[in-house]
């Protein structure tokens, strides 16, 4: 495994333990994600919109501010005690850094979204049969390329005075292309059409995931840089 | 061996470093003496490559793998025990699992604090994350010390196996750069003396045989004038 490989893996390992121990923030998703997903099932009027109609935009609203509070605490941790001025006066390099912020995360957001995706089935009665795999390679298509612009964002707010309203207003207009894709996936995937119908959405997500993870891993090193 | 040429760095209208020039080779002492606000951790900060100097350049054998930092926050995790902290800090420095836990033994012990290893950081003392910190700079046996008022947080008997322990450090031929506004802390280490006022070093001299009473009415004529 090549230096850049092993301090990522190091730096996220790290990351995911002292999440385990704190589980302050995993507990506050999962929670966030139940309450969210029951909101938009009680407050559905069924005679106006169908179950169906609404899940696909109940799903990526949920998933996308679960994520947010993983993004907003991937650099939180290194505020106390000043941790982050430590990772940069190690000889890790800048991008194995993002790298581990980056899998951190999406090991992260991905534990929300195995949570949160049985019960989104079951409290939308949806079926998904064949679908599911198919729902899952979009689900994530979609994490990859939100959680990449997210980590990065989350650097940059975490040295301002309102990091956690600054991430959502910096990141959402970013993300919007994404989830757009996604919910348009998702509402085809719940319909039973054919994966023929969905084939453009997954080439845009993934040629989102190649432009935006490599720009933020090239532009991480500048905005840590004091 | 460090050497600094010409280092100038300013925020806004106040200058933190004003020409700041000096060599340091193997076993050598520097100690900065300096009122708040002379730019001495701005100084550390620079030689530590946390900062990049608007003018002027540093010079470091081994790179960032060679610099230990010691300074107003430990750098260390809460949730996580001394030694799963240390653990993480030597493997971000290359070293293997089994040699890291064998120097984080070494240095704990060396500092007294072998009985907290496998204690969760947050719950430490003051005194004991202090010493913590300092076993976090030295885990990877650094060739440069950088020191930015050390002994806060120590009690007498902490301080002075610091100070015995630094000393051994510029025995095995260790340089070490100590900033600090209290004479009395450092002097005794100091193969170099250098007074630092508004960014600028005004007097950069070897300490030859002076004591802490001398070298501190000469620090108090420098700064007050008189």
Known sequence: MSDLWRDAWTLARKDLLIEYRSRTAFLSAAVFTVLVLLVFVFGRDPTAVAAVDLAPSALWVTFTFAAMLALNRAFQLELENQAFDGLLLSPASRWSLFLGKLVGNLVFVGSIEALGLPLFVLFFNVSLGTSLFPLIGVLALATVGFVAVGTLFSAMAIRTRFAELMLPVLLLPFVLPPLMWAAQATTALLAARPLSEIRGSLYFLAAYDIVFVTVSILLFPFLVEE | ?226
């Open chain 2, 1 to 226: 061996m460090l050497r600094a040429e010409s280092l100038r760095h300013a925020f806004g209208a106040a200058r933190a470093l004003d020409d700041v020039s000096f060599t340091l080779t193997a076993g050598r002492t520097l100690v900065v003496f300096g009122p708040n606000g002379a730019g001495k951790t701005t100084l550390l900060r620079v030689l530590a490559g946390l900062i990049k100097p608007q003018a002027g350049a540093v010079y470091l054998e081994g790179g960032r793998s060679a610099v230990g930092w010691i300074g107003h926050h430990a750098h260390l995790y809460g949730h996580l025990t001394v030694l799963e902290n240390l653990q993480f800090w030597g493997a971000l420095y290359g070293l293997r699992r089994v040699e890291a836990e064998r120097r984080a033994v070494d240095v704990l012990t060396r500092l007294g604090l072998a009985d907290r290893a496998g204690q969760v950081v947050r719950t430490l003392s003051r005194g004991q994350l202090q010493r913590a910190a300092i076993a976090r700079a030295l885990i990877h046996d650094p060739a440069v010390l950088l020191l930015d008022e050390p002994f806060t947080g120590l009690d007498l008997a902490a301080a002075a196996e610091f100070r015995h322990l630094l000393a051994e450090l510029a025995g095995r031929g260790r340089v070490l750069v100590m900033a600090t506004h209290n004479v009395e802390e450092g002097v005794e280490l100091a193969t170099d003396v250098a007074f630092q006022l508004a960014g600028r070093f005004v007097r950069l001299e070897p300490r030859g045989g002076r004591g802490a009473a001398a070298i501190a009415e000469d620090y108090r004529r420098t700064v007050t004038g008189v």
